[in-house]
């Protein structure tokens, strides 16, 4: 591959990346809408927002279902971040709807 190729490679690929990000957002704010119902209901029937138990099975589910090349620890940190807002959002819509 000469130095042409391979910056047209590089362009190619980080279009692709792109893509992939667009698709991440979209997702991560499907996941945000699901987590604002959750939230609503547990408003309704008092329930608390943090739940330690389901969030060992959502680690434990998206550690089991890595395949790389991230490994499943780091996969479990981003998931960690993300359920942490999802909690945010969670509580923020129980306390609107009490």
Request: with cysteine.
């Amino acid at each position: 591959m000469n130095r042409s190729d391979a910056e047209r490679e590089i362009d190619r690929i980080r279009d692709a990346i792109d893509r992939v990000d667009e698709v991440i957002v979209r997702l991560l704010n499907q996941r945000a809408k699901y987590a604002i119902e959750i939230g609503e209901i547990k408003g309704v029937l008092g329930l608390p927002i943090y739940a330690p138990e389901r969030e060992q099975q959502v680690l434990h589910h998206v550690e089991k279902t890595c395949e790389g090349p991230l490994d499943a620890p780091t996969m479990r940190r981003l998931f960690e971040r993300i359920i942490d807002e999802s909690r945010s959002v969670e509580r923020k819509a129980a306390t609107e709807n009490q």
